[in-house]
């Protein structure tokens, strides 16, 4: 068993000091051979644990032959606006609209597809411009609106793709395809593959974190979208809950101490012990280093979600509701700690972007809650010097519609989904920084030039991290699987 | 033949039948092969997954024309290589087979490079080997209809209790192996036990067993369990896997519903021991067996407990065509463990099933009067069938027949009343209508004069216009038909604000004037509605359907509703009256349209209302005019004078509102004048408006029915299967599209697979015999597996879900099918299947092994040792809580909800309102079960998301397991009650092994003994010491120990406890 990047973490209060005191990273890299392992090694007698066949913390290190080449992105964070956020009031700018206010969306453009049950039997639908405000920032002199005054700041860091497109036309479906590469349900999901095929540079926490904003309302989600699908359970994504038990079952009953906690496990290790002694199955010894993770969690997990020690100006920079956990401000600072951690693969979900009507006050208030703390995460990473081999990754599961859903009025309306062009945006590990791929037409209706479709999307994510989508491969029901299945190319323009 | 002495007899010059050089590593590989090859062991494996995916049964994809899975594609000569053939049989050097898979050139090399597809040295010796030896094709051996194999006779008899057992040991003979000895009894009791009810034996069992020195001691042992309801329940609990069940509809809504009874009925059904085929032939189509009964009909929910999308908005057709496709996939996958689904978008890459064949299958299950998108208001998804007790059956029939009492009642006073009509008639009586304008009954009247959307009769009843974002838009009004009418734009719609709100038993007639442009051929006209799709069209309207009239009535469209349109289209650009008058029977016949006056034509489409029209809300919605929520409305279109009357209007009402002239003419009649159909007319006025023993009865049938439609309100639901009168066209869609319809397809099963023989009918039921017919070669084969896979951790065929090509071949192929025959022959005997399996030695083996048998069989696919398999998910909550006592028994019913750490279904929505009381302690499979967020405890320990068919679950060992089993407060709480328990003991010591006892079936040895007194004396001086340590023992979980004792005692042997059920010896069972 070799630990390319081992960063256990010790469950000596000194040690633990000692880390901090020093360069976390280089430290970490520094130890071969982490002291989590150490521990768990004298614990068992290190061949009694070698000795059984496959590796007893099943999963941990990937598939053999990966990463295929270079990663470029060590660790991705994947801040999932949910529910489709409107292209039109935020970066994909439409000057023309602005006369075109009003009419009736012509079926040249339109081409005759297919709308969603909620708007396609409308008799009218009237071309709708921005009621926000554009200007172009930067040297890269990108158009941001000015809902997103923060992401303005950062647009020389940040790579647009405004061709996005997607199948999907409705949530369930659209999300469950960004997220796992297929529109029903049963797939694997990004981390999860991730996970499978690369392992995890951590040992003490999962590689595959999914983080949820509370309270935000709008479409439900469903913890398939962070699903295994048909690889082996242990490479689902686990959500990490704001609260006192931030994973499921972390703490012990209340008021029984991690040392007593350790002393029932060395004596539970004695019994399974004995259970060896007389079976010889390793499932025994694996399950043996499971309690062990377990318990190593149970330090980790805490330590790696205690804010305590940010500075005041950290949380200036993410805002204020950094400080309250849960909140989509405060699962981005958290993320950035887990990034630092070396956790492979940070979900995190934003709900509320689906603005059907009402559309002014709603993204609004959604930029607001949004905005400053995703603009602060790749702030953040980059003064930490860890932008450049991590990737961070902004978008939803489609765009919305040109015309307006409902009722158009001077300052209220409403758009539909919009399946057929949206815009995402990266930055940091090896995509090109400052930079806008993709055009779409003057109503933001049609892409004109450069489409990316979502198996691109994963194709170019995988190639980020070091994997030729076509060959990180699993075999179930006799049939190889792919994150891409069988689409996808990667965006070589978008590559720094 | 060595080939290595080959090569060198190359070398040296002499010409032999194989004059080509290999490569040294294939040469090694060779050298190792077996004397003999077997096409379906050695060579299609390797042809099905490296070369199948270009060179197989998918026509679209087939490269160069060949197939390398029919011999005749691969002998002959190959299209774009003229003279050159792919194999040729015995001869190496010829076969461009060979060249092809050896060479480095990447332009020649097979597979491809680009296909990521690479053969091992070893393959590649295979298929030398192979094309040697003649290339010798075989069919596949699934697709062969098994044969009852010959017990083979083998030299250890002795330790043989039954044939399985000859067949297992033949094959360890062959390997030198001998079987193990049988399992220490307690274990071997814990394991029969866990396999047959689910839960752990009794302290109490154990004991009886151990005493019991009886030849049989170990049957006697093994009926009883299979006589206890508990073995139904754990049947079922494997079958809630294979059919997909949950408690809630999926997707991203993921709402609630009640499927309970179906579960019911399975745990029924196994512990009654149904025979498997009537079991399958039930689920699949019970609804067409002759009269069916309720069970019947009930059975075939199994086809309707897929996920289903109430996400507004989304396509209908898009999630119709998905249920079916599920169905197809699910019987493809549960019954025949084929891969089916794999033949959606193209043919199968692998397996004989071509996408011709998929929709083929699709038809049987496509003529379902169902709903894509499902109803947002929680309506159960049609078809449903009303789920009533015997009871509530005796009450329905008992009002039902009180209602046709009234309803006879009417026609007789028509009858009788005939005299007073001549009367009536001849008297002239009726001039006296001539100046009333309109019938009685009216009771709204909205004329759009001087623009307002007042209703004329009371004005403080005020109408409105709304649309989508808004709920206050500026009425337009224009030229009416008299004076001013009202504009509709498509978008917006007049709301009567709660008017016309009927349920279904309440007689109505609704009407209006309306021109309606040329050019447009859909939208509604007026509707009494929420919505559109999205709440199943509940309610009624009118609307422009393909330039036809489609009247509808529905409680949840299209299954539970009432459907009709017009013969004739509907002229445009001129004012028309549209009337329909409804006489509250829930028939299409009492559901009629009238266009200026005179009664349309109608073809019925659906004739099937159940359930109440309306929502029963405060708020309930009235009639609306011109457009709806996420429906088309009549842009362009001027209406005027909509009436609303609480009865339905006889024919010469309906003139008098239309056309009083016309009316007035007829009124004013001499009596000897009156045309016949004019008598007519009047006699069903005169029965209305001036009989009032008919009116009385007309009241009294309406109150009857009522009270009937209120008694069938409250009586679930369930959904089931109901075959539509007529076949819905089924097509093959192409790249799997739902509305790319290629060629029309029938009902039909795959040829490969075998044959539908020609007597049997073309429909799900003709399916169903289909697959249990005798000569069908996989549902017996692939059932016999999965049990087998119960017992053993792993099928003969370890891939459950495959028997394809690309699946696994059997480990003992003649045992598989000995079984698959014997339980066809048994009658498809389930319980006899298991007994045989559970009595045989192969079984009931110890698992304890030598480390060198596990070196060679790490897997234990020879059987030289018994089974060691983690209880599954259900097993270790089910075992916490039966050894400690807690466990809530019952059976059946609805799902509960336990324990759950707070805030887990916030992401969908929704809150966890956790039961209380002996709901907290029922047996997993009663979890509910959330297809979105799926319960912590049991999706830890692998228990699937069950959005789709599972066979086989996975098996993992993760941190998060461990987390778990020690501090989820189900076994923290079952701990504390173990824990109190231990302190009533005299000793601890007794209290302890009891306990272990208990939780893993055996006697702690005096080793584990001896860790546990001293993990009780530590935690126990550290609990004394530290007050407060151990509130978390005592306070997890609503059970409150014996406040008498010890509490510090308590939480001590509650940590023992927990450690006993963290241990090996209890998670797994061996």
Redesign the interface.
Known sequence: MCHHHDILRSNSKDLQKIEKQIDRREFLTKTSLGLGAMALGSLLGTEKLFASSGNPVSGMNGIPGLPHFAQRAKRIVYLFQSGGPSQLETFDYKPKLYDLHGQDLPASVRQGQRLTGMSADQTAFPMTSSIYKFRQYGESRAWVSELMPHTAEIVDDLCFIKSMHTEQINHDPAITFFQTGHQLPGRPSIGSWLSYGLGSDNQNLPSFIVLVSKNAGGQPLYSRLWGNGFLPTEHQGVQFRSGKDPVLYLNNPENYEGADRRQMLDYLKKLNEAQFDSYGDPEINARIAQYEMAYRMQTSVPEATDMSDEPDYVYDMYGEDSRDPGTYAANCLLARKLLEKDVKFVQLYHQGWDQHGSLPSGIKSQCNKTDRASAALVKDLKQRGLLEDTLVIWGGEFGRTVYSQGKLTADNYGRDHHPRCFTMWMAGAGVKPGFTYGETDDFSYNIVKDPVHVHDFHATLLHLTGVDHEKLIFKHQGRRYRLTDVHGHVVKDILA | MNFNALIAVFLIGTITSCSVELPEDVALEYDKLPQELDFNVHVKPILSDKCFLCHGPDKAKQQAELRLDLAESAYSELINSPGKKAVVPGKLAKSEMFHRIISHDPEVLMPTPKS?LTLSAHEKAVLIKWIEDGAEYKPHWAFIKPEKRDVPAVSNADWIKNPIDNFIIKRLEQENLQPSSQAEKELLLRRVTFDLTGLPPTVENIKEFLNDESDNAYEKQVDKLLKSPQYGEKMAMDWMDLSRFADTH?????RYRDMSPWRDWVIKAFNENMPYDKFIEWQLAGDLLPNPSKEQILATAFNRIH?Q?M??????EEFRV?YVLDRVNTAGQAFMAL?VA?AKCHDH??DPISQKNYYEMSAFFNNVEESG?ISWDNAMPVPTMLYTTEEQDEVLEFLKSTAQTKADKLVSIRVSEKENFQDWISNEKYKESVKSKYPKGLIAHFDFENSQLKDRLNPSQKGGMK????SS?NPEFGVGKTGQGLLL???AWFDSHGVGAFRKSESFSVGLNVKIPENLENGVIFHKSEG???YCFRGFHLALENNKLQVLMAHTAPGNAIIEYTKQDIPRDQWINLMLTYNGSSKASGLKVYLNGVELETDVKNDNLYKDIHFGRKDEPGIQIG?RM????I?GATVDDLMVFDQELTPLEIIQVVDYEKFRDIMSKRHSELAEVESAMLESYFLLNHSKVYKKYLDELEIARMTFSDSVESIQEVMVMEEMPERRKTYLLERGLYDAHGEEVLPNTPESVFQMPEDLPRNRLGFAKWLVHPDHPLTARVTVNRYWQNYFGRGIVR?T??F????ELPTHPELLDWLAVDFMDSGWDVKALQKLIVMSATYRQS?????EL?ELD?ENILLARGP?V?LTAEMIRDNALMTSGLLNTKIGGESVKPYQ?T?LW????YNYDQDTGDKLYRRSMYTIWK????H?TLA?F?AP?R??CTVRR?K?????????L???PTY?EASKVMGEKIAKFDSIQEGITETFMKLTGRKP?D??LK??L??QE??YA?FKHHK??????L??GEYEPDGKLDADLIAANA?VA???M????T??K?
Do not use: H, M
């Not at chain 2, 407060?1028 to 023992?1033: E, R």
């Open positions: 990521n999926g997707y991203t809504v993921d996920p999308n996400e507004g908005g989304i396509v209908p998905e891969t794999c890459k692998y998108q649309r989508v974002g808004s838009e734009d498509g978008d559109a799709a999205l457009a996420r429906g088309k409305g842009g891939t879900e495959d394809g090509n690309q699946g698992s304890k092994t030598s480390n596990r790490g060691a983690r750490p805030g916030k992401v969908n929505g297809r979105s967020v799926p912590p830890t692998d998301g959005s789709e996975q993992t060992n993760t941190p998060l397991q461990a987390l778990v020690l501090n989820d923290v040895s080793k584990e860790i546990l001293e993990l530590k935690q550290e407060g340590k151990a509130t978390g023992w306070t997890s940590v927990s450690a006993i963290n241990s090996d010896a998670i797994t061996r």
